[in-house]
């Protein structure tokens, strides 16, 4: 067994545990870290196959930004973590499902002998000269530019719905319902203009001007 084997296998013990504490612990601060672990280790991943600027890069945006950003924003939100976990075992059995098919669907993919990802062999020896930015791009962009887009809508969705689930209780004042707006009616629920005369309040002795002199009886 070589030492890139070796490296290999113990830096995927680490990302799956890293990855099971992400999903598994109560403390959302905690979860934000241990995520921040498994981008590290998989940037050594990205870096023991030779692809320096992918581990740089996850290193450098997910990491030194992201993950940064996210962690502060858990912090300053004052989420209540019971109700937020109200609803887990309602959504449990949908949730597994999908998590299995998501497995099953992932084996097939490795074990296709068509695609042959499961047997990756040693790593070739490249040129100096090689700049591996250059292909990342060209393959990005050409061959797998459909799966590249589908990524991009799947981290939106990934962002409304954790926007969703975060204020789904949240009062806002200042929100407006469009469905009661189209139920007002002209006779109901709209301001209403009133004339009223001015009414100017009578003199009387020891009233004070504006000046703040003394007025006498009139």
Known sequence: ??????????????????????????????????????????????????????????????????????????MMLNIDIEEMRAGFWRHAPVAGLVGVLMSVA??????NPKTNLAAFGAMKEIPADYSNVRDLGNQLYTTYLLPFELAGVLLVLG???????????????????????????????????????????SETAGETDSDGKEEGKA
């Open 1 to 74: 067994m070589t030492f890139s084997l070796i490296m290999f296998y113990v830096l995927a013990a680490m990302i799956l545990f890293g990855a099971l504490k992400t999903v598994t612990v109560k403390n959302p601060v905690h979860a934000a870290l241990y995520l921040v672990l498994t981008f590290c280790v998989s940037a050594l991943m990205w870096m023991l196959m030779q692809a320096e600027f992918l581990g740089i890069t996850l290193v450098l945006v997910y990491v030194g930004a992201v993950m940064v950003l996210f962690l502060f924003v858990v």
């Open 106 to 111: 992932l084996i097939l993919i490795l074990v």
């Open 159 to 201: 962002m409304v719905a954790a926007i969703a689930l975060v204020h789904r209780k949240t009062f806002n004042p200042k929100a407006i319902n469009p469905a009661d707006q189209v139920k007002v009616n002209a006779k109901e629920g709209r301001l209403r203009m009133v004339k009223m005369e001015a009414v100017r309040p």
